[in-house]
């Protein structure tokens, strides 16, 4: 397994381009089971995730070619083999459940193994089931897979989630574009990869209201079509790389982001001291005068501040005067940075959902394990600042979420290798 090794101190400067988001483009992939006409995705990542799902669709019978170096995706599902979305893929990516709205709802049928993925917390999938049963889904749960049916299709319903889901609003909302009927969501998520993913359903033909407010309206038609669409921006990809100068001093210009993908983060980050502006071709990220100062933050779903940037800020905070709370809102078991850190010598108490960060100084370099994707990338950040040599181990994590990490930092002076492991 690969390691990456980072030797502190380097101030960044120079321009980081950002990938499109991984998260969209897991959901805007499995909309090509929507239709019989050939999707392209434009400005896809580059990411062991994308893979995954690449071979799911193509156990389905789907046909996923990469061009460009993997930049276009063009997908067809002309000629859908099969419903059955099986264990031994599914089990790599808790995403792959977002093939099953689209299944049911052209096919009437799908089986879809219960999913894995990151190790942080129980993270069910009854939104999803219950989103889909609301519109007329039969659904079984037998030997870890949901066997679900629609005899008839789906039918629109009224969907209100007790809580925010970011993927079980993508589910309902691409089986809905098939529905009979009208389906309204309520209390939906309004993450900028909800509304990318709309964008890209009514290219195809959908007819969506609301996307990016918290009731989504979807009239269903009997059909979709084909569509090229571009893959929005990963703001947490952005949020990342915003926090390598931050951390380490410099000047950075993250080309293609934009405030409004990250706007509660930059409020935070301007608390902290951190300068960002926004020009022509991104935005632009310095440290102003002086240490970081310590901030609270408390993880919501959009447009509050993400969870998926939670483990970076905490390695910013960890070198910040004073002491930060941090608190985690979205997912009960995601502080396993928290221990990583500590191993570098920074302060943290863990009660809870809750975080107590009491900057130092500088952190020192030491060998530490990725436990999951942002938290490898949070060690990486704290290596960047670090005296001495970090030893990240175990980022095949890291390689399921971010493209040529290495590559991207070291073309803005930062010390870091991938060492090949065995
Ligand atoms: C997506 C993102 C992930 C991000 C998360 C929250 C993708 C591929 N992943 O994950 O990077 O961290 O949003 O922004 O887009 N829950 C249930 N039952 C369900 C569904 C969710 O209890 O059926 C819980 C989860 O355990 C979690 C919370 O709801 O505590 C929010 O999860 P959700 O928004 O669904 O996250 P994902 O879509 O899995």
Do not use: W
């Not at 599914?90 to 999913?115: D, F, N, W």
């Not at 080309?255 to 300068?275: N, P, T």
Request: glycine residues 10%; charged residues 20%.
């Amino acid at each position: 397994m690969d390691s990456i090794a980072v030797t502190g101190g380097a101030e960044l400067r120079g321009e980081i381009p950002i990938a499109g988001a991984k998260n969209a483009c897991l959901t805007l992939m499995p909309a090509t089971l929507l239709s019989d006409q050939p999707l392209t995705l434009t400005n896809a990542p580059r990411l062991s995730d994308i893979r995954t799902m690449t071979t799911l669709l193509q156990s389905l019978g789907a046909e996923v070619q990469g061009l460009q170096g993997g930049q276009v995706l063009a997908l067809s599902s002309h000629d859908l083999t099969s419903q059955h979305a099986d264990y031994e893929i599914v089990r790599k990516m808790r995403a792959s459940i977002l093939v099953l709205g689209p299944l049911l709802a052209r096919y009437g049928q799908a089986e879809v193994s219960l999913p894995g993925g990151c190790a942080i917390g129980a993270r069910p999938v009854d939104l999803h089931l219950n989103a889909l049963e609301a519109m007329g889904a039969e659904l079984d749960l037998r030997d870890g897979y949901v066997h679900a049916k629609a005899p008839g299709g789906l039918k629109g319903a009224v969907v209100e989630f007790p809580f925010v889901s970011v993927g079980a609003t993508e589910n309902a909302l691409m089986a809905a574009t098939l529905a009979k009927g009208t389906t309204v969501l309520k209390n939906a998520a309004r993450e900028p990869e909800i509304v990318d993913l709309a964008q890209c359903l009514r290219a195809m033909g959908a007819q969506i209201e609301g996307e990016g407010t918290e009731t989504i309206t979807v009239q269903g038609v009997t059909q979709l079509h084909g569509a090229t669409h571009a893959v929005v921006t990963d703001r947490i990809e952005l949020g990342t790389y915003m926090l390598a100068p931050a951390i380490t001093g410099g000047e950075v210009e993250l080309l293609g982001g934009r405030i409004a993908l990250v706007q509660a983060f930059c409020e935070k980050l301007d608390a902290a001291g951190i300068a960002v502006e926004e020009t022509a071709r991104g935005l632009k990220v310095a440290r102003k005068n002086g240490r970081i100062r310590a901030v609270d933050v408390v993880t919501e779903p959009f447009p509050g501040f993400p969870t998926d940037l939670q483990a970076q800020m905490m390695a910013l905070l960890c070198t910040a005067e004073g002491t930060s709370v941090l608190e985690e809102k979205i997912f009960e078991n995601r502080f396993m940075h928290a221990p990583e850190l500590m191993r570098m010598g920074a302060q943290i108490e863990v009660h809870g959902g809750t975080a107590t960060v009491t900057g130092v100084e500088r952190l020192k370099g030491a060998p530490v394990m990725a436990t999951d994707l942002r938290a490898s990338v949070s060690l990486i950040l704290a290596g960047l600042a670090a005296e001495g040599e970090t030893l990240v181990s175990r980022v095949y994590h890291l390689d399921r979420g971010y493209e040529r990490v290495e590559e991207k930092l070291r073309a803005c002076g930062a010390k870091i290798e991938r060492v090949a492991g065995e």
